[in-house]
């Protein structure tokens, strides 16, 4: 039996993204909410999937791979959320359908060698930290004309992180004016992957189609092993 605090909890952020869509003239089914899963057991994913979940998110390879693999009777999309390494990259993407966190040139040389065809975000970095993940917004053009000149990869749009200094809606059109730049080289990669627990009503708002929800929904994150 799927635990009612997880299904409340489930039922209220799905309830708050619809009438954010309302409220921005959106169409919900326009939104997919990745429910990211990371440090929860596979059980908790199987309970998602009751619940009608079916596109959920990890960040640590050493750990997604085995929960994959546990629940590979589940028809799931997994979306690798998480910063990569680009020695595990050709890995993940052997179980991910998406990676979000595409950000340098030799993460998609790696990625290009994958077996199977893997859909992919860029992730700009919105700081002036050079140890955040995202590539520098200057440096978008060239990434994107890498990863289109892969036989693997499709790109799909832009991923960011709203900054914990600026309020998220100003980030988060900061990042619709690096799509102008991306949509210059690739007309086709229209999604933006932003917005997470604390500020997915605003990343609504500004027009994003992919949301990566965890704690709003998982509850509190149980300790690493």
């Known amino acids: 039996m799927v635990d009612s605090a997880l299904a409340d909890r489930y039922r209220g952020v799905t309830e708050v993204i619809a009438e954010a869509a309302t409220k921005a003239g959106r169409n919900v089914g326009d939104i997919t909410t990745v429910v990211v899963t990371k440090f929860h057991p596979a059980q908790l994913v199987r309970d998602l999937f009751e619940l009608g979940v079916r596109h959920v998110g990890e960040s640590r390879h050493q750990e997604a791979e085995p929960k994959h693999a546990e629940l590979v009777d589940l028809d799931l999309t997994w979306h690798f959320v998480g910063q990569l390494q680009s020695n595990k ?6 179980y991910c359908d998406v990676i979000h966190s595409v950000d340098r040139s030799s993460l998609v040389s790696k990625l290009a060698q994958a077996s199977r065809g893997v859909d992919v975000f860029i992730e700009l970095n919105l700081t002036d930290d050079p140890g955040r993940g995202g590539v520098w917004p200057g440096e978008l053009t060239e990434l994107a004309e890498q990863v289109l000149g892969t036989l693997t990869l499709t790109l799909r749009g832009l991923m960011a992180v709203a ?3 600026e309020q998220p809606v100003k980030a988060f059109e900061r990042v619709l004016g690096y799509r102008e730049t991306l949509l210059s080289v690739s007309p ?34 149980p300790t690493p092993a």
């Open 89 to 94: 990259a050709v890995a993940v993407s052997t």
């Open 163 to 165: 900054p914990q200094d």
């Open 188 to 221: 086709q990669s229209t999604d933006l992957s932003l917005g997470m627990s604390g500020d997915f009503a605003e990343a609504i708002a500004v027009g994003a189609t992919h949301l990566r929800i965890g704690t709003a929904i998982t509850g509190k994150r």
